[in-house]
């Protein structure tokens, strides 16, 4: 990957998100096992998950196992409060061996309160990286994207997780100008606007004009084609979709012509 970590090359520079997918009981872990050596095997390294995802971050734990070292790990802090932020924190610690790769504050939730026990930790080494993750929808009580400028300019972040689709193109004009400016990582998450592209009224997707052969292949590299764009990281336990995820990812950079095809299919 370009700008986020030290994981070696990073071909597909599609990740597995568990959003959604790793929240599952005990009985049900062997599916979460399969996809994830299957991720690995096929050249994926980044895993994003979150505290606020269930039983997501001990699922994921589990599934990496003795390959953990082999993994790109991304979560996140949830907590207004810097005790239970630090809480989590050290919970996360232990579910993956002792080290973050990506620490990220969700929706800028708290972002000022736990910057400066972050840098501590990043400095001791057992935080790679420190993100910030924002989605407009205020439901979830988050920043604005003016804030999330502020906290960009401060020089503490590395990497930033922002939705990307072409639905969803607010972050195009001024967060994603201002990332490439800053040299901050970029992870697009909703590349399928939680599958709502996916689910609509059927797409006729011509490869002789974008250059894919199927909705979820022209979403994935629609967004990677922007070439401020790191990774990408769709959610899925279908081994089937984490291998064509996978190649989506590894394809090269669709064309400005492909990339306005495809964006004028959805609008």
């Known amino acids: 990957m370009r700008r986020l970590g030290h994981i070696g090359p990073q071909v597909p520079r599609v990740g597995l998100g568990t959003w959604r997918r790793f929240d599952l009981p005990r009985t049900q872990e062997r599916l979460a096992r399969e996809v994830v050596k299957l991720a ?10 979150a505290p606020v995802y269930g039983r997501a971050e001990e699922v994921l734990s589990r599934a990496l196992g003795a390959d953990r070292d082999r993994a790109y790990v991304a979560t996140k802090i949830w907590a207004g409060e810097r005790h239970t932020g630090r809480r989590q924190f050290e919970r996360q610690l232990f579910l993956f061996q002792g080290r973050v790769d990506l620490l990220q504050l969700h929706h800028l939730i708290g972002w000022r309160t736990h910057a400066e026990w972050m840098q501590r930790e990043r400095e001791r080494g057992r935080i790679g990286q420190l993100g910030l993750t924002y989605w407009r929808d205020r439901a979830f009580g988050g920043g604005t994207a003016a804030e999330l400028e502020e906290a960009m300019r401060t020089g503490v972040f590395d990497v930033i997780q922002i939705p990307l689709n072409p639905a ?4 195009e004009d001024r967060i994603l100008p201002l990332a490439q400016e800053l040299g901050i990582g970029v992870m697009v998450m909703r590349p399928f606007a939680e599958g709502s592209l996916l689910s609509s009224t059927p797409r006729t997707i011509r490869p002789e004009d974008t250059g894919c052969t199927n909705p979820s292949e022209a979403l994935l590299r629609w967004g990677l084609s922007d070439t401020r764009v790191d990774v990408t990281v769709p959610a899925t336990l279908d081994p089937s979709h984490l291998i064509a995820n996978a190649t989506a990812g590894s394809a090269p950079l669709l064309s400005d012509e492909q990339r306005a095809a495809i964006a004028a299919i959805y609008r």
């Open 40 to 49: 690995l095997d096929n050249g994926v390294r980044v895993f994003d998950t």
């Open 168 to 171: 969803e193109r607010d972050m």
